[in-house]
């Protein structure tokens, strides 16, 4: 558990007694920008010393919103005499100018860490988003020339051959353009946008907005519904369609669609080598990187397919 610690008094110092993982000390200035990069499951004290009853509650509100966060009090001079009210207001701890005298212990800690509850769900999301560049709001955020967290979703046509042989001239054309907006509309369910295509698939970007969203319940659907949906949609009834399907998780500098020539992310050509080089004929993958959002139920349609490239990939289970 990270202790961070709230003050202005450059001499206070209540945690003597922890020395492994030292408090890391913000200003009230600096919490400011600070607060939301605060890792999750981890207490933040608030040094109320020198303030006024109304100085602490303005504090508080403004400070006090994250729930997978727990919170305490250092009240040096014991200027508030109903101690029992923090608690009911939710805090975890409350330091006197007596325990400011001996310091917190390291077993006091651990109490506080054991029995005091904070919301594990935010605290997986927060968790998430810490670890990686979200863009909160989906595509309103994203800015080219800008770096973020994207979920890359590889489809392409791997039947090749026989779609060539079903189809002739301008209607092969359009059976692929047919393909290509197809995948767009279903894609912008999942705030979906294709960013590169070729003859047969492509590439489309998710943008990640740090929290666990449906993206791979969705696409698992879709791979299973496409015999009925291409069919009924693109009327073949002499051809099927082979798929192949990865998605990956990882950062890229975003760029416009038709101007991504410059880009250069081990994402982009990660995921490209493993649906070019690795992937089977109609199959869906995921790598490691995005195996932790996988729906809790749909776990055991997944399986280990080796490692490719240093990066270890699951695929879904063949159902027929």
Known sequence: ??????????KLSPFKDVKKDKPVIFSYKEIKQEYQRIEPESILYFDISAMKEADFKKIIKQFSVRKDIRYGIIDSKTAFADIAHFFHMGFSDYIGKELLKTGVSVKRLANIENFSEIDKNEAKENALSLKHKPALNGWKDVKSGSEYTFFFIFIQLDNQKDLKGYFSGNSFHGFRQQFHDIIERKTKAIDGKIWMWEDFGGLILVPFDGKQNNIIEFIFRLYLDKIFLYADEMQLDEVTLSIKTVIHMGNTVYKNRGNTGTVIADSVNSIYHIGYKFAEPDSFLITEE???????????????????????????????
């Open 290 to 320: 995005v195996k932790e959002f996988v729906p809790e139920f749909l776990t055991t349609f997944f399986k280990e397919a080796g490692e490719y490239e240093g990066r270890q990939l699951f695929r879904m289970r063949k159902f027929l």
């Open 1 to 10: 558990m990270v202790i961070y610690l709230v003050s202005d008094n450059a």
